[in-house]
């Protein structure tokens, strides 16, 4: 929260970048996403439901609560996490799991994105900028 002293050291900068890449990697593979069957929400599909309703409700409650951004990057980043497994565990998605991912897509870039700015640009793009950056 802003009032807290900040907690800078650059090992915290070099973890929140390594988060910062696997969100974008994330996102990457989320536009990669096709359907191989035709069927409903499997069990598993229906957890990631649950826990991305409560993520925009925490995420939000979060910021509102003093600015307290690093709560609110926190949840974030277990949504992200749990997308991320979710895509690489299930290879045999179907057409309704890959209809919540693009809804969980789209939700991530309505607030992570509009808020903090996190998730606004496409992953090659990020990337390439991100590597001219570090070539300067």
């Known amino acids: 929260n802003y009032r807290s002293p900040l907690d800078y ?3 915290n900068i070099k973890n929140m970048e390594k988060a910062i890449y696997h969100f974008y990697e994330t996102l990457y593979w989320l536009k990669k996403v096709k359907p191989l069957k ?3 929400i499997s069990k598993k599909a229906r957890k990631l439901e649950k826990l991305w309703l409560d993520f925009e409700e925490k ?3 979060a910021l509102l609560d003093d600015l307290n951004t690093a709560l609110a990057l926190g949840h974030l980043f277990t949504i992200q996490n749990e997308l991320y497994k979710f895509i690489t565990t299930t290879p045999n998605m179907t057409t309704e799991e890959a209809v919540l991912l693009e809804k969980i897509e789209q939700g991530i870039k309505n607030t992570a ?4 700015g996190i998730g606004n640009c496409d992953p090659l793009e990020f990337w390439q900028s991100e590597r ?5």
């Open 9 to 11: 050291s650059e090992t």
């Open 132 to 136: 001219a950056k570090k070539l300067k």
């Open 59 to 61: 995420f939000i409650q």
């Open 38 to 40: 035709e069927g409903l």
């Open 113 to 116: 994105g509009k808020i903090l």
